[in-house]
């Protein structure tokens, strides 16, 4: 079965599920868009054949999305005010052009060293640091124990700190 078609099937089998947990942990006007992007991340996803349960994956993203959705939601209320601002006299938050470039430098030297790792460490890496899963959710999505997700980000965090410690860490984290 493609995988188009098996995402047409966990549509067809999961969508009303998913819609009433995401209007149950947002709101019911959200959860038709919290469903259709938790699909899309799905489909998106750079490895397909790594998840082991498309399901779970589903509804972890939706969750996570649901989880931001409310936070933003309350720094907009907390924040929130009826008189307009006056967007002239507010301090600008953009980087410099030199900030922006050294920036878009490192990023692109942490994604050489960690594209020099395999592929699976490179995923639960992502999924681990910056998706913020557990091990035992990085382990549903790549199909892996998470003995072997918790030892493949071990693995990509130690090349990371290996490879740019100081210099993206400072002395406290590179040794």
Request: net charge negative.
């Amino acid at each position: 079965m493609t995988w188009h078609h098996l995402l047409d099937k966990l549509f067809r089998k999961h969508n009303g599920e998913l819609l009433a947990f995401a209007a149950r942990r947002a709101s019911p006007h959200s959860a038709e868009d919290i469903a259709q992007e938790a699909f899309l991340r799905l489909m998106n996803h750079p490895d397909l054949d790594a998840i082991d349960n498309p399901r779970a994956y589903l509804f972890k993203t939706a969750a996570n999305l649901s989880s931001n959705l409310y936070d933003y939601d309350q720094v907009r209320r907390r924040y929130h005010s009826d008189e307009p601002v006056d967007t002239e006299s507010l301090p600008s938050t953009a980087p410099s052009p030199d900030a922006a470039v050294a920036a878009q430098q490192q990023l692109e030297r942490f994604l050489a060293v960690l594209g020099l790792l395999p592929e699976v460490c490179q995923h639960a890496f992502v999924l681990n640091k910056f998706d913020g899963l557990s091990y035992p959710e990085v382990a549903a999505a790549l199909g892996i124990s998470a003995k072997s997700a918790q030892r493949y980000v071990l693995k990509a965090w130690q090349h990371v700190l290996q490879n740019l410690g100081e210099e993206f860490f400072g002395d406290g984290m590179a040794g």
